[in-house]
């Protein structure tokens, strides 16, 4: 189809929008949303913009239903996709298309966040391409968010299997549109883009010669990864505090205004209704910080300096409030704040896509500071029926895409990706993190957090940083050269050369 650009257009949240991503009933059990970067960080990761000038907007009339020939499956929505023209060789030498494929929210930011793509397309005279994932941002079938998200019947288009057909099908359409379809492509993700890259090198060889999925824990299926694991790991000298800091909570909600005076003393923006809102507040921090522990700020070092500092005092609840000032700084308020209207589709789309398809069962047992709470499926299942009338599919993900015996699997017929994790994180126990194959290759750093690798490059980013980005490069560089040779051996086309 025809190409028409339109004109496309980092704000610090109060940390409420990511516990907001999860189901909040009391007894429920959240899932940390798996996104590249968290929203009060993006500032810290983009000390400047990429030139927003050289990226244009286009849509593509994408098909509803991908596997159904029902007179409905037929109906269309409107797809948005970016490009970055400035760096490609252009479709007569075939030089390579970096493909970022979108997650659980819109593009828009994506083309500055991701910077692994534009700090490396003039290496590989590169086009960039940046998809957005169907039901986020501004692709919403059904045309409008209401409806979209109006019922099951309307999200049973929502999820990965569509979303990696509608990544084939616009690919096709660039390639085509820009008579480039001996250009190879190479698709990258981070977190549940990691997830879709990896995934989509699986289902989609002949589109895609290889796949960069940074932290992407495709093994936190199916009890492939204990439930508890996600809340296991802690070593900071704060640990006690916290651990102590639970049943304090409980025992000032327990007396007379209880929960007014823990309202005063932890400044929220309106009067705590229930004393688990607080504590779910604070384990989205904590849990949330070491996910995304990464230089300069260090958020767990931020937020265990405040405890440890005890700058409000020195009883356990002051010096918890002081590691939540850390975090978010001298906000007006803290906790309940709610946030902008324009989150809603990630909130409901991420709550959706983990009710019915990306069950990753998540608990707390005994060794960890978090109070246990052990996974329960049937709980679970129970919410997500109330809450949109189906259950979840537990061992669907397992089923379509595999992970069970993944390097006795994949060994034999997957090849070219690229698994990078930082062991900080909490998810990267969930992903590869050793080599399958020769070209299946894990690439892991000690002190790396979630999806640090490819986000933007910094001058002052630590000497291991800049080794792993350099040895992911130096791979696809391979995978490219290889593609070349193939290419002209069968074509006679010109080799490509990188610089």
Known sequence: MEHQPLSCKCLLFIFLIYSSTYLTSTNSVRIPRLSPIAKWERTLHVPVSYDTEDIKTFYYEQVLDHFNYKPESYN????????????WGGANCSAPILVYLGAEEGIDEYPNIVGFLPDNAATFNALLVYIEH???GKSIPFGSLE???????????????QALADYAEVIIDIKRTLNAQNSPVIVVGGSYGGMLASWFRLKYPHLTIGALASSAPILYFDDITPPNAYYSEA???????????????DRVASQPNGLSILSQRFNTCYPLRRSVALKYYLEDIYAIAAQYN????????MVCGGIDGASFGSDILSRIYAGVVAFNGNTKCTVNGGGPANESETFDGWSWQTCSELFVPMGKGNDSMFEPDPFNFDNYAKECKEQYGVSPRPHWITTYYGGHNIKLVLERFGSNIIFSNGLKDPFSIG????????????IHTVNGSHCLDILP??????????????KEVGII????????????ALKGTPKFLSK
């Not at 990464?294 to 070092?301: E, I, K, Q, R």
């Not at 993190?433 to 020769?438: H, K």
Request: overall charge negative.
């Open 431 to 442: 992903g590869v993190l050793d080599d399958i194959s020769d070209s299946i290759v894990a």
């Open 147 to 161: 409806e979209a998200f109006k019922n099951a019947s309307t999200l049973g288009y929502f999820n990965s299997a």
């Open 235 to 249: 070593s900071e000298t704060c640990y006690e505090t916290i651990l102590k800091s639970w049943s304090e909570i």
């Open 134 to 136: 169907r039901y986020y």
């Open 294 to 301: 990464s230089p300069p700020a260090y958020p767990v070092s």
């Open 477 to 488: 560089k391979g995978w490219i050269t290889q593609y070349y040779t193939d290419l002209h």
């Open 457 to 470: 490059a910094n001058l002052s980013d630590p000497t291991w940083l800049v080794e792993q980005r350099k």
């Open 76 to 87: 269309t929505f409107q797809q948005r996709y970016m490009i970055n023209f400035k760096y």
